[in-house]
């Protein structure tokens, strides 16, 4: 560990030459950059899924695709979306801004940070490979509820429990990084309260991971046991309780639900202030507002299983604690809002995204709370109505913030200023396509329509159409997204090194792009 | 590396284990936990050995009756009467019939559960098919009698109650722990086998 602490001595060492480089690398910004690109390329895969639903629910009646593969597609969309795509851009992000932003060296451990992302290719080649296998890819949906993933499993689950268990080793170690980093790393000076938003989101969303991800890792391996070694944790033939099932997958699920938010929290609090020309609101409200939530995460989770036949204390307990959640919430929201008021506003793309952010995940957050009222639930749950309240707070939620950050980070990252007229193009089109194809869902649903099915009733035929139409024009808006980033990386305007007036941020101090090696001796803070 | 980073990483694995066990450890809680409460309705598979439950000022509540196959049992299982008004503090009989529809003998456990969830502690039965298992020869059927009371405890508000019994398919399960005992049996020299092996059906 010594030998790479000394490297960083010497500030002319640049990257090394060839493929190589990108294979052995310990720097946090190459390992961030692989990150981001390997997210992309998972949001493209998980995407294409996405295209393939909509194209079968583009009309009522069989269309496209057997109802076996249309499982597999639905399963696969979401298990990529969540492992391969919004999770590593965050870390991702995280690598790259991290360390610049609490004037470190690098990550703390940067050849266990090459590790954990090295092992996330093959994890997802693992998942992928089971759309070969016979009887095809996991058919039971992300949230894999035994037994539809025990008993009635194809052959490729254990393919798929090996690919979690990949996937959770890979965020465990992201996030022991990111605190061990956070921690002990900082610039003399630089206080727990003085630290940037963005670094106190991650610091939180690390503790979340390292709390839930071996709980995920805990349900996959008694899974792996049930289907394989003879035991009953699942199967109430053998005296196991499929319910306790979905208890410990939610237990993991919903703080798994912030771990993909908090970061879009920080990220929105630092495009907010820059492009209002304003200090945040309220840096310290901010910060109680994502603890408390994160700690409020660990004591909601049967607010997704209300239809199981819990009991009425336990129903009332878990919708009071989920409606307490708002008020966090509502604080964050407060604090966005009074930012801007009196601001002098500009409206670049990562601003517009960020306050499309603030609007749209409020919706979402409004349809959560919806959700959480227990009686109306029994109504909403398995409807179209979730999986418009999902999407609402995961599309222009978290996938919103992370093209926020790259269109705001990116002149830092490659030097070069990106193209605002195609920027705002992409952010107008992904605007309305998400818009078109999240909005309509809660009226089918709040109408009946269930999810996860491959056909449905004609009285859905219409604003199924439509919106299968928004999700084919913001699919194909993300190409242009793809054309930006590298028209982006190959060339452009020079950007300075603060970038945008507003920014403040040790980040900003550096040139864009920045030296191979950053803060060899730390900077000081006043 | 310093030294402060060196304790946080030992912390953090530290936690990462401890919540991978806790994931385990989930599995004896969820069943301690309503065990304690009595939150999930289950009742004790064993008769109740309290017998002043009797009581003439009882009143009236609504009893019904539900039963399912587990997955793929083939019998038929089914309640003799779908529902029946009973009186707390009175002890009542009723019979579900079963039938083996299968051309080989099967073994079968009935696991039984009580809506609303906070009656199940009220209920004790005397005598009930689910405190064993049933072996049918096939075609064979018969008429299985669980005896219950309601103490006169139970809530007010509570009007009316559902038992409801799961059949399980325990044929593989017997044979297995049949054939441990067997192989335990031979090993210590036991000459009973067979008579023991009666006297565990």
Redesign the interface.
Known sequence: ??AV?ESHDHDHHGPAKGLTRWLYTTNHKDIGTLYLWFSFSMFLIGGAMAMVIRAELFQPGMQIVQPEFYNQMLTLHGLIMIFGGVMPAFVGLANWLVPMMVGAPDM??PRMNNLSFWILPFAFLILLSSLFMEGGAPNFGWTFYAPLST?YAPPSVTFFIFSVHIMGASS?MG??NV??TI???RAPGMTLMKMPLFVWSWLITAYLL??????L???VT?MLMDIHFGTS?FN???GG?P??FQ??FW?FGHPEVYIMILPAFGITSHIIETFSRKQLFGHTSMVWAMGSIAILSFVVWAHHMFTV?L?L??ELFFMWATMLIAVPTGVKVFNWVTTMFKGSITFETPMLFAIAFVVLFTIGGFSGLMLAITPADFQYHDTYFVVAHFHYVLVPGAIFSIMAAVYYWIPKWTGHMYDERLGKLHFWLSFIGVNVTFFPQHWIGLAGMPRRVPDYALQFADWNMVSSVGAFLFGASQILFLFIVIKTVLGGKKATPQVWEGARGLEWTLDSPPPYHTFATPPKIT | MNEGSKKTIKRLSLAVLGMFTFSFALVPLYDVFCEVTGLNGKIELKATSNNNLEVDDGREIALQFVSHNNEEMPWVFRPSERAIKVQTGKYHTATFYVKNTTKKTMVAQAIPSVAPSNAASHLKKLECFCFEQQELAPGEEALLPVRLIFDNELPTSIKSVVISYTLFDVTDYKDAELAKQGSEMDHHGDQHTDHEMESTL
Not at chain 1, 210 to 215: H, L
């Open positions: 560990m010594s602490l703390a451990l008993t465990i996030a022991i605190i061990v921690m002990n790393m390292i709390a839930v991800m071996p709980v890792a805990g349900a008694m944790f109430a033939a053998g309780d319910v306790l208890h410990i237990f036949g009991p204390a336990a």
